[in-house]
């Protein structure tokens, strides 16, 4: 089956730099992608990656590793603004989005 | 009209009843989809429409049915609402369903509770 997996909830402080990651089993592969969803609000999207390696867009960084199935989405100089939930979503053969249940970033002054 | 709208923003329905929740983009996207958000899961992919005329099962798709007459609208419809459908329905839309781009631009979402 298709899965996808991500920690449910994680603390950070302010300033302070947080790493979410996201494991991923998909029936083929064609690209991986982050979303934020702050409480009450639609998905916006952050990052893709299709390529193992490192993306880096301002203060967010995104990593894909194809070989292991593992992501990770790097927030730099934490604002309580970035407090929100981090969807990790694989694109799978069919082109279908297969999506995590969404980590919770609480950010703490 | 700028991005993607969905109607209403909330209701409370009797069980029994049918609803239809309405979705439009103005983006001249091909693709648009409809997911349900429940606490503790991932968003679920209930129907998607590669282009306007064509319409497939998503993930969840028992007791939902949508239609695409033209590009802009999705109208998502259930036909005898159930407790279970009680929900946070987004629509949204990608400029395509192939190639090596896909990113998918939200509705507001429509907040549902089936009584």
């Known amino acids: 089956g298709q899965n996808i997996d991500q920690p449910t909830e994680m603390t950070a402080t302010e300033g302070a730099i947080v790493q979410i990651n996201c494991t991923y089993q998909?029936?083929?592969?064609?690209?991986l992608f982050w979303y934020q969803q702050h409480a009450g609000e639609a998905p916006t999207f952050l990052s893709y990656n299709v390529l193992d390696g490192l993306e880096e867009k301002g203060r967010f960084s995104s990593f894909l590793s194809r070989s292991k199935g593992y992501s990770y989405l790097l927030l730099k100089e934490l604002q309580m603004k970035d407090s929100a939930s981090y969807l990790c979503?694989?694109?799978?053969?069919?082109?279908?989005?297969?999506w995590g249940a969404g980590t919770k970033l609480i950010i703490k002054p | 009209i700028a991005g993607i709208t969905q109607a209403p923003t909330s209701q409370i329905l009797a069980a029994g009843r049918r609803m239809t929740l309405r979705c439009t983009q103005d983006m001249r996207h091909n693709a648009m989809y409809w997911y349900r958000q429940d606490l503790g899961l991932g968003l679920r992919l209930i129907h998607y429409?590669?282009?306007?005329?064509?319409?497939g099962k998503g993930e969840v798709p028992d007791g939902y049915s949508v239609s695409r007459a033209n590009t802009d609208d999705f109208p998502l419809t259930l036909a005898s609402a159930v407790p279970s459908q009680t929900s946070v329905y987004f629509c949204?839309?990608?400029?395509?369903?192939?190639?090596?781009?896909?990113?998918?631009?939200f509705g507001p979402g429509t907040r549902l509770t089936v009584l």
């Open positions: 949204a839309s990608s400029d395509s369903i192939g190639g090596d781009y896909n990113e998918q631009f």
């Open positions: 429409s590669n282009t306007a005329g064509t319409t």
């Open positions: 979503a694989a694109l799978d053969s069919n082109y279908q989005l297969i």
């Open positions: 998909t029936s083929g592969f064609n690209g």
